[in-house]
């Protein structure tokens, strides 16, 4: 089990209710832990939809968690 900072932002933050949590998982990649999160929160985007960034820094999906990891999901962002 790790100990992750998770941060949201956009329509995922409003579905989470909180822009960030801390939480206690035992998911290997960022991939594995947006559907554990998914299945908890009842996110309705898929994760081809998001960009994901590990400890400030876009990443890859398969790229594996450490304990103490920063997780940012970003949806894609509307604008003008």
Avoid: H
Wanted: hydrophobic share 40%; with cysteine.
């Amino acid at each position: 089990m790790k100990t992750i900072q998770v941060q949201y932002f956009a329509m995922l933050r409003e579905q989470a209710g909180c822009g960030e949590e801390t939480i206690t998982t035992a998911a290997d990649t960022p991939a594995a832990l947006y559907e554990e999160l998914r299945s908890r929160r009842g996110f309705p985007l898929a994760r081809e939809r998001l960009r994901v960034a590990l400890n400030g820094e876009f990443s890859s999906w398969e790229t594996p968690l450490i304990d103490g990891a920063r997780v940012v999901f970003m949806p894609p962002f509307a604008g003008g």
